[in-house]
C-alpha cells in the first residue's frame, strides 16, 4: 500500500490512470446509456488519434528540450499532398502516395532539424516560421479548396473496423508501443533525455547532439504525416486547414503527460494518458450537456494543476 | 583613423541592426518603384493601420522577451478584452467605465501570468500557453461563439479619430514607443530587464527583485494587449473571437526578427520598431503587387527564419563566440 501510494505521488502516468479512471467511472454511472455506448467510445477513440500521433512526436522533440510548433501545419501540408498526388498528380498506387507523403512530413521535419542544429537557432523561432511555410505552401498547393477524388482503397485506412474497433485506433496503438519501446530500450532514441537536460554535457561524453536533435524532428514530422494520412483518409479529403491550433493541444497534451519544457520528461504512455484525459474530459462535456465553451477553460485549469503538481515533484 | 571608422561602424551594428534597416530600404525602395500608389500618405497610412495592434502588443512583449520570458496569452488577451468591452457595452454601461473595467481586466491577467510564473517555478511559456487557452475559452463563453456589435458610435474615436492629422491608433503608437524606448534605456527599474534576461540568479545576487518585476512586466504586457483589443473593437465597433487569430507568433515574431534574443538579455525598442516596419511592409507588398495572398505565409515563415539565421550568423562572426549547445535550449532559466 505504501508503495502504491509512492508511486502515484511520483508518476505522473499513474496519477493519470488514476484520474482518467475516476473520470470513465464516473461518466458510465451518470450517462449508463450514451457514454459506454459503442458508438460514443468509438468517436472518442478515432478523435484521439490525430492528436495522440502528433503529441507523441511532439513529446520526443520536448524530451530533446526542444519544441515543434510546425506539427499542425505539416499535418494539413501532408495531407493535401498526399491527396493531390492520388487525385490529381497522377499516382495511382495508393502505398506510392503514402510513402511519398511520409516523406514530405519528414522531410518538413529534417529541415526545421538541419536549421536549427547549423545555426544554433532556437526552435521555437524556426518551427514557428516553418508552421507560416508549410500552412501556407499547403493553401497555395490546393488553392484554398477541398482535395476530392480519392480512390476508394485509400479511404479504407481510416474507416476500416477489426472486431468493431476502427483500424486506426488499433494501428495507432500499435505504433506508440513500438516508439515507446524503441525510446526506452534504444540508446540512439534514448539518448534525447540525456541531450534534453545536459546537452553539453553530452557532447563531451561523445553524444553527436546535432544528429539527436536533427533526427527528433524528423521523428516529430514523421508522427504528423502519419497523422495526416489518417485524417485525409478517414475524412476522405485534403484540407489545407486542417489540424488548425493542433500544435497547442499537442504541447498541453505532452505536458499534461508529464513532459516538460526544459527537457528530459515525458513518456510516450504519459502523453496517450494525458490526450485520454483531454478526451473523456469533452466527452464528459457532450455526456452533461454543458456548453462546449467551457472547455477550453477547463483545459486551461487542467493544464495549470498539472503544472502545478510537477512543481512539486521538481523537489 | 580608419580603426576607429570600423570600431564606429561594429559599435553601430552591435547597437542598431543595420542589417535590417538595409533590408528594410531594400523592401521600401522595391515598392516604390514598382507600384506608383505606394508612396503616397494615405497607403503609408494604411500599411501602418494594418499593423498597429501588432505594434503595440510588439513593445510590451519586447520586455518580456528581453527578461528572458515569453507570453503566448497575449494572442487571447487581446480579443477577449474586445469582447468584454463590448458585453460591458451590452449590458448598457457607459463607455468610461466599461474601458476603465476592460483595462483593470487585462492588468489583472497579467498578474494572474507574473504570479503563477513565480509560484509555479515553471516556464512562462507554459504557463502563458494555460492563459492563453483559459482566456480564449472565456471568449468564447462571453461572445457564445459569434460576434458582438452594440458599440456606441463614440467609441470609434479609438479606432478611426485622429489626433493632429494622424490617426489615433498610430499616435498612441509613437508616444507608447518613444515612452517605453526611452524609459527601457534610462530608467534603473525598466532597464532591469536586462540583467533578468542575461541570468536571473546574478540578478537575485545583485539585490533585484525579480519575481516583483515578473509581476510588472506580465501585467504591463497584458495592458497594452488589452489596449490593442479596443483599439480593435474600436476600428470595427464589432468583437469576435476570430480577431486576431495567430497575433501572439506575429507579435513575436516582431521582436525576434527585430534582433531580440529569445534566451533573454538581448533586444530594444527601437529593434522591434524597425523589426515591425519590416515586417508591416513585407505584409503590404502582396496588396501593393497584386500577388496572391495565398503566399503570404509563405514568404512570412521564409523571412522570420532568414532574418534569425543571419543576425545569428553576423552575431556569431562580430563576437566569435563560442556556440553551446545550451544555447539554443528552449529555457534557460
Redesign the interface.
Known amino acids: 500500500m505504501q508503495e502504491a501510494l509512492r508511486i502515484l505521488k511520483e508518476k505522473r502516468e499513474a496519477q493519470l490512470i488514476l484520474i482518467n479512471l475516476v473520470i470513465v467511472v464516473l461518466l458510465t454511472i451518470f450517462y449508463p446509456s450514451s457514454f459506454p455506448n459503442p458508438g460514443n467510445l468509438r468517436a472518442l477513440g478515432v478523435g484521439m488519434v490525430y492528436d495522440v500521433l502528433v503529441a507523441v512526436g511532439m513529446t520526443y522533440v520536448l524530451i530533446l ?3 515543434d ?1 510546425s506539427v499542425g501545419s505539416n499535418v494539413a501540408l501532408t495531407s493535401v499532398v498526399t491527396t493531390l498526388l492520388l487525385a490529381k498528380w497522377g499516382i495511382a498506387s495508393v502505398p506510392v502516395a503514402i510513402t511519398m507523403g511520409l516523406g514530405l512530413s519528414a522531410a518538413v521535419g529534417a529541415i526545421n532539424g538541419a ?2 542544429t547549423s ?8 518551427t ?10 499547403a ?2 498547393l490546393s ?2 479548396f477541398f482535395i476530392t477524388d480519392l480512390p476508394k482503397s485509400f479511404e479504407i485506412l481510416g474507416n476500416a473496423s477489426v472486431f468493431g474497433i476502427p483500424l486506426q485506433i488499433i494501428l495507432t496503438l500499435v505504433i506508440i508501443a513500438v516508439f515507446d519501446f524503441l525510446v526506452r530500450r534504444w540508446s540512439i532514441l534514448n539518448q534525447a533525455y540525456f541531450v534534453g537536460t545536459q ?2 554535457n ?2 563531451t561524453v561523445g553524444i553527436n ?1 546535432g544528429r539527436v536533435i536533427f533526427v527528433g524532428f524528423i521523428i516529430s514530422g514523421l508522427f504528423s504525416g502519419i497523422s495526416a494520412i489518417f485524417l485525409s483518409s478517414h475524412i476522405g479529403i485534403g484540407y489545407s486547414q486542417f489540424a488548425g491550433g493542433m500544435e ?1 493541444r499537442a ?2 497534451a505532452a ?1 499534461v503527460g508529464g513532459a516538460d ?3 528530459g520528461k515525458g513518456s510516450v504512455w504519459g502523453t496517450f494518458l494525458g490526450v485520454l484525459l483531454l478526451a473523456l474530459v469533452a466527452n464528459g462535456f457532450v455526456q452533461v450537456g454543458l ?1 462546449a ?9 487542467i ?2 494543476i498539472a ?2 503538481a ?2 512539486f515533484s ?1 523537489k | 583613423m580608419e580603426t576607429r571608422l570600423k570600431e564606429y561602424a561594429s559599435k553601430l551594428s552591435e547597437e542598431t541592426n543595420i542589417g535590417l534597416i538595409i533590408a528594410i530600404a531594400i523592401v521600401f525602395g522595391t515598392l516604390s518603384i514598382m507600384s506608383p500608389s505606394f508612396l503616397t500618405l494615405s497607403n503609408l497610412r494604411v500599411v501602418a493601420m494594418n499593423y498597429v495592434a501588432e505594434g503595440i502588443m510588439a513593445l510590451g512583449m519586447t520586455i518580456v522577451i528581453i527578461s528572458g520570458g515569453i507570453d503566448l496569452s497575449v494572442g487571447a488577451l487581446m480579443p477577449f478584452s474586445a469582447i468584454l468591452v463590448g458585453t460591458f457595452f451590452n449590458m448598457q454601461m457607459g463607455m468610461p467605465l466599461a474601458i476603465t473595467l476592460t483595462v483593470l481586466v487585462s492588468i489583472a491577467v497579467g498578474l494572474l501570468n507574473g504570479f503563477m510564473i513565480n509560484r509555479l517555478k515553471a516556464d512562462s511559456f507554459i504557463i502563458t500557453l494555460a492563459t492563453m487557452i483559459g482566456v480564449g475559452g472565456m471568449s468564447l463563453i462571453l461572445s457564445r461563439g459569434g460576434t458582438i456589435s452594440g458599440f456606441p458610435l463614440g467609441f470609434s474615436f479609438l479606432g478611426l479619430g485622429s489626433v493632429i492629422g494622424i490617426p489615433f491608433p498610430m499616435f498612441l503608437f509613437f508616444v507608447f514607443a518613444v515612452i517605453i524606448g526611452i524609459l527601457l534605456r534610462r530608467h534603473r527599474y525598466f532597464h532591469q530587464a536586462y540583467y533578468i534576461g542575461t541570468s536571473t540568479e546574478a540578478a537575485r545576487l545583485c539585490g533585484i527583485r525579480v519575481e516583483r518585476f515578473r509581476l510588472f512586466v506580465y501585467s504591463f504586457n497584458s495592458l497594452l494587449a488589452g489596449v490593442a483589443g479596443l483599439i480593435t473593437a474600436s476600428r470595427y465597433l464589432s468583437a469576435g473571437p476570430t480577431f486576431g487569430v495567430g497575433i501572439e507568433l506575429r507579435v513575436i515574431a516582431t521582436v525576434i526578427v527585430g534582433g531580440a534574443s529569445l534566451s533573454g538579455g538581448r533586444g530594444s525598442i527601437d529593434r522591434t520598431v524597425l523589426g515591425m516596419i519590416f515586417l508591416a511592409l513585407v505584409n503590404s507588398i502582396f496588396i501593393q503587387l497584386g500577388l496572391p495572398t495565398y503566399w503570404k505565409q509563405v514568404v512570412f515563415g521564409v523571412v522570420v527564419i532568414a532574418a534569425v539565421m543571419i543576425e545569428r550568423y553576423l552575431r556569431v562572426k562580430r563576437t566569435d563566440a563560442e556556440e553551446s549547445w545550451q544555447d539554443f535550449m528552449l529555457t534557460s532559466r
Open positions: 528540450g526542444g519544441l510548433l536549421i536549427i545555426f544554433s537557432l532556437n526552435p521555437f523561432i524556426v514557428l516560421g516553418m508552421m507560416a511555410i508549410a500552412r501556407g505552401a493553401r497555395v488553392a484554398g546537452p553539453d553530452a557532447e547532439v497547442l504541447l498541453a505536458v519544457f526544459t527537457g456548453s465553451y467551457w472547455e477550453q477553460v477547463v483545459n486551461a485549469l493544464l495549470i503544472i502545478w510537477a512543481s521538481e
